[in-house]
């Protein structure tokens, strides 16, 4: 199998000598067995590997490229901008489910955000063997912190001289121990003259050192074993438990041993010893004595390699994680493609009779506009009948295809296809393309997950569907919800803007309005109410109601009759509201919160504050309770912001020092509709919000008549 991490760097890189370095720098200094470094792509939604060390080439298979969004430590990391520690494999299953299913391992990880002068480059990842301690102190956080600046400032350092390698550049760690000797031949000469067989293997799998008693027990030639894995250049050593072993001792850095069967009877103990230049293996002949059995063990049979199968067991994990069909279409882009050497794609649904494309890859806007819409039972292509079939279809090259398909090798000029029916509860779902710029051979290995994968790319695409079905109700229903335009008044500049949550499928209660009272007053109004559901959303409707039906009363009247209205309602859910009467004429505005964060003040000449306002309570509580009115000047040049919680309520910020922070942006010359963006990109600099946005910004200039 093809891997982008086993290809080392492609394309025109440059730059990448010091950071490599500055990455084996950071394993070395922390006392880590390996590590590397992922940069985030040029559209900020993905992260990159890009360069490796002391790391398996085909370990890494599958994590080459991930979602800024996943839920996996290197993503935490860089959304969060802190260190990640996981102490232990049990605490990786707890926490990252996904990682945990695909490196079943035990070590210890960390990751840092390379946080620069102005941005975040991406993420550091360090990983120690099992006998490494579950805990990392404050001084070893505050260290792999460091180590993560020190490689964002090479970064930047290295300025538009620093281009990424398309693909991983995997570095060997220099771990080994010194050794002497007085003659070069010495170390050979003492394991030939030993009973039992040595063999040495780099961080890869590959023999580098063979003695002639090992290849004996091997039973083939030293010439024929040099350089090869075991696993490949041995049929009878081709199983999973095999391989498994040695990416236990490469990623554990523990001894391993175990038994395996050389036809027809011949039983070998192997014993694997690693460090952090390689593994040392000891193997011998098995002896049995009475009572002396060896331990039962299959004999090889054809089947998927383990790095395969932990594969799939990653992509099945990471196929759960998705939420719509742009998710589905993205990781099989992102991560089924790489994984299986293929370069296009194609994923359709099955719609009225017809395979309408959902997504695509490596694929011309001519080409998939010829595709789209295809019936499903369509004799152009074989997508069609792998659908009604139920069956996976692979052509290795253009003359397969064309036998049964003369016009379909034309369409796109592609060399081998692989076919995967989508069918989920014998329902057919749609169809999954994958194809290949030149032959390819598809091996029974490759049939097989290829066949496991269409039917979890099944399910997801089923459940993604759905989700965004509703997800557009939802939308629709928000949409209608929420003032389609605001109303224009003279002297007031107006922006506004609502910005869902990252995740999640219900509709939300934020709401903001703005009511012009006459040419010179207006009443702004901002509020949030409790939950995500269809109750939430029908609820914020009837509270902009209420609102409406008595804006231009004093502002604790407002509040105080809406909350009569909601009383009367008895919705069992309770509002946070902000309600402000602005009166251009007389340069003033005054202002009742019913609990709702303050807003943020900004007058021509002073310092930008976030305005304190003696808050009432919220919406839903009782009835005839206070709402103090807080009045305060707003003369020409005053900027102020109303906003919902989700733009301050960021994890692992102190709330006062981030408001305190959008406050000063108020000062900047930027227009409302470009400040509201600042304001946002300020909190959620990733653009994934825990929670629903709503800003209304609000600049006054000089009143206008009407």
């Given at each position: 199998?093809?891997?982008?991490?086993?290809?080392?760097?492609?394309?025109?890189?440059?730059?990448?000598?010091?950071?490599?370095?500055?990455?084996?720098?950071?394993?070395?200094?922390?006392g880590a067995s390996g590590g590397g470094v992922y940069l985030v792509d040029g559209t900020g939604e993905n992260l990159r590997l890009t360069v490796g060390c002391g790391l398996p080439a085909d370990v890494a298979d599958s994590w080459w490229q991930v979602p800024v969004s996943?839920?996996?430590?290197?993503?935490?990391?860089?959304?969060?901008?802190?260190?990640?520690?996981?102490?232990?494999?049990?605490?990786?299953?707890?926490?990252y489910p996904q990682t945990a299913a695909a490196l079943p391992y035990q070590y210890a990880l960390a990751s840092a955000p390379l946080s620069g002068r102005s941005r975040s480059w991406g993420a550091l990842f360090l990983f120690w063997p099992a006998a490494h301690s579950g805990?990392?102190?404050?001084?070893?956080?505050?260290?792999?912190?460091?180590?993560?600046?020190?490689?964002?400032?090479?970064?930047?350092?290295?300025?538009?001289?620093?281009?990424?390698?398309?693909?991983?550049?995997?570095?060997?760690?220099?771990?080994?121990?010194?050794?002497?000797?007085?003659?070069?031949?010495?170390?050979?000469?003492?394991?030939?003259?030993?009973?039992?067989?040595?063999?040495?293997?780099?961080?890869?799998?590959?023999?580098?050192?063979?003695?002639?008693?090992?290849?004996?027990?091997?039973?083939?030639?030293?010439?024929?074993?040099?350089?090869?894995?075991?696993?490949?250049?041995?049929?009878?050593?081709?199983?999973?438990?095999?391989?498994?072993?040695?990416?236990?001792?490469?990623?554990?850095?523990?001894?391993?041993?175990?038994?395996?069967?050389?036809?027809?009877?011949?039983?070998?103990?192997?014993?694997?010893?690693?460090?952090?230049?390689?593994?040392?293996?000891?193997?011998?002949?098995?002896?049995?004595?009475?009572?002396?059995?060896?331990?039962?063990?299959?004999?090889?049979?054809?089947?998927?390699?383990v790095g395969r199968l932990y594969q799939l067991v990653h992509l099945a994990a990471a196929l759960t994680d998705v939420v719509g069909v742009q998710d589905v279409v993205d990781l099989v882009a992102v991560q089924i493609l790489p994984a299986f050497g293929a370069d296009g794609?194609?994923?359709?649904?099955?719609?009225?009779?017809?395979?309408?494309?959902?997504?695509?890859?490596?694929?011309?806007?001519?080409?998939?506009?010829?595709?789209?819409?295809?019936?499903?039972?369509?004799?152009?292509?074989?997508?069609?009948?792998?659908?009604?079939?139920?069956?996976?279809?692979?052509?290795?090259?253009?003359?397969?295809?064309?036998?049964?398909?003369?016009?379909?090798?034309?369409?796109?000029?592609?060399?081998?296809?692989?076919?995967?029916?989508?069918?989920?509860?014998?329902?057919?779902?749609?169809?999954?393309?994958?194809?290949?710029?030149?032959?390819?051979?598809?091996?029974?290995?490759?049939?097989?997950?290829?066949?496991?994968?269409?039917?979890?790319?099944?399910?997801?695409?089923?459940?993604?569907?759905?989700?965004?079905?509703?997800?557009?109700?939802?939308?629709?229903?928000?949409?209608?919800?929420?003032?389609?335009?605001?109303?224009?008044?003279?002297?007031?500049?107006?922006?506004?803007?609502?910005?869902?949550?990252?995740?999640?499928?219900?509709?939300?209660?934020?709401?903001?309005?703005?009511?012009?009272?006459?040419?010179?007053?207006?009443?702004?109004?901002?509020?949030?109410?409790?939950?995500?559901?269809?109750?939430?959303?029908?609820?914020?409707?009837?509270?902009?109601?209420?609102?409406?039906?008595?804006?231009?009363?004093?502002?604790?009247?407002?509040?105080?009759?809406?909350?009569?209205?909601?009383?009367?309602?008895?919705?069992?859910?309770?509002?946070?509201?902000?309600?402000?009467?602005?009166?251009?004429?007389?340069?003033?505005?005054?202002?009742?919160?019913?609990?709702?964060?303050?807003?943020?003040?900004?007058?021509?000449?002073?310092?930008?504050?976030?305005?304190?306002?003696?808050?009432?309570?919220?919406?839903?509580?009782?009835?005839?309770?206070?709402?103090?009115?807080?009045?305060?000047?707003?003369?020409?040049?005053?900027?102020?912001?109303?906003?919902?919680?989700?733009?301050?309520?960021?994890?692992?910020?102190?709330?006062?020092?981030?408001?305190?922070?959008?406050?000063?942006?108020?000062?900047?010359?930027?227009?409302?509709?470009?400040?509201?963006?600042?304001?946002?990109?300020?909190?959620?600099?990733?653009?994934?919000?825990?929670?629903?946005?709503?800003?209304?910004?609000?600049?006054?200039?000089?009143?206008?008549?009407?």
């Amino acid at each position: 199998m093809s891997s982008p991490a086993g290809k080392g760097p492609a394309g025109k890189a440059s730059g990448i000598g010091p950071l490599a370095e500055s990455v084996a720098l950071a394993v070395r200094r922390t006392g880590a067995s390996g590590g590397g470094v992922y940069l985030v792509d040029g559209t900020g939604e993905n992260l990159r590997l890009t360069v490796g060390c002391g790391l398996p080439a085909d370990v890494a298979d599958s994590w080459w490229q991930v979602p800024v969004s996943a839920s996996v430590p290197v993503a935490e990391a860089f959304r969060d901008d802190r260190v990640v520690w996981v102490g232990s494999q049990g605490e990786m299953a707890l926490s990252y489910p996904q990682t945990a299913a695909a490196l079943p391992y035990q070590y210890a990880l960390a990751s840092a955000p390379l946080s620069g002068r102005s941005r975040s480059w991406g993420a550091l990842f360090l990983f120690w063997p099992a006998a490494h301690s579950g805990r990392a102190s404050p001084r070893e956080r505050g260290n792999f912190a460091a180590h993560g600046r020190r490689i964002a400032r090479v970064i930047e350092d290295a300025g538009r001289a620093f281009v990424p390698p398309d693909e991983p550049l995997m570095i060997p760690l220099d771990g080994a121990s010194e050794r002497f000797a007085l003659s070069t031949d010495a170390p050979a000469d003492l394991l030939e003259r030993l009973p039992e067989g040595f063999l040495a293997l780099d961080l890869q799998g590959r023999i580098t050192f063979i003695t002639g008693r090992a290849a004996s027990l091997l039973g083939r030639r030293v010439s024929r074993l040099l350089g090869t894995r075991p696993w490949q250049s041995l049929p009878w050593m081709d199983q999973a438990f095999v391989e498994d072993h040695y990416r236990t001792a490469v990623i554990s850095r523990e001894p391993v041993g175990f038994t395996v069967l050389r036809p027809p009877d011949t039983w070998l103990d192997i014993e694997l010893h690693p460090d952090a230049s390689g593994i040392s293996v000891r193997l011998d002949a098995r002896r049995s004595g009475p009572g002396d059995s060896p331990r039962a063990a299959s004999p090889a049979t054809p089947g998927a390699s383990v790095g395969r199968l932990y594969q799939l067991v990653h992509l099945a994990a990471a196929l759960t994680d998705v939420v719509g069909v742009q998710d589905v279409v993205d990781l099989v882009a992102v991560q089924i493609l790489p994984a299986f050497g293929a370069d296009g794609m194609v994923l359709s649904a099955a719609d009225a009779g017809r395979l309408r494309i959902m997504g695509h890859h490596g694929y011309d806007a001519e080409t998939i506009e010829r595709l789209d819409g295809l019936p499903v039972g369509t004799s152009l292509t074989p997508a069609g009948e792998a659908l009604l079939r139920g069956i996976p279809l692979f052509f290795s090259d253009p003359d397969e295809l064309a036998r049964d398909y003369p016009a379909a090798p034309r369409i796109s000029g592609k060399q081998a296809w692989a076919f995967l029916p989508l069918i989920v509860d014998a329902r057919p779902v749609g169809c999954c393309i994958l194809t290949y710029a030149r032959p390819h051979t598809f091996t029974a290995d490759d049939r097989a997950i290829l066949t496991s994968l269409g039917g979890l790319v099944a399910q997801a695409l089923d459940r993604a569907r759905l989700y965004d079905a509703k997800l557009d109700l939802a939308h629709t229903l928000q949409q209608a919800l929420l003032p389609r335009s605001l109303p224009t008044l003279g002297g007031l500049e107006v922006a506004a803007r609502y910005l869902p949550a990252g995740h999640g499928m219900d509709v939300g209660g934020d709401f903001y309005d703005l009511i012009r009272l006459d040419h010179t007053t207006a009443a702004a109004v901002i509020g949030d109410v409790q939950g995500h559901n269809m109750a939430a959303a029908a609820l914020m409707g009837q509270v902009r109601t209420a609102v409406h039906a008595t804006a231009g009363e004093r502002p604790d009247e407002v509040l105080s009759r809406t909350n009569r209205v909601l009383a009367d309602l008895e919705p069992d859910l309770l509002v946070s509201c902000l309600y402000a009467h602005i009166d251009l004429a007389h340069g003033r505005m005054s202002l009742a919160s019913a609990g709702h964060v303050p807003p943020l003040l900004h007058r021509p000449g002073e310092r930008p504050v976030v305005l304190e306002i003696e808050p009432g309570p919220l919406l839903g509580i009782g009835v005839d309770l206070p709402y103090p009115i807080t009045t305060v000047p707003m003369p020409p040049g005053t900027t102020l912001a109303l906003y919902t919680d989700g733009l301050v309520e960021v994890h692992g910020t102190d709330l006062d020092r981030l408001t305190g922070e959008l406050a000063q942006l108020l000062a900047g010359p930027s227009r409302p509709a470009r400040l509201i963006d600042e304001l946002i990109h300020h909190s959620w600099p990733h653009g994934l919000p825990t929670d629903d946005i709503a800003v209304l910004l609000l600049k006054a200039g000089e009143a206008r008549g009407p």
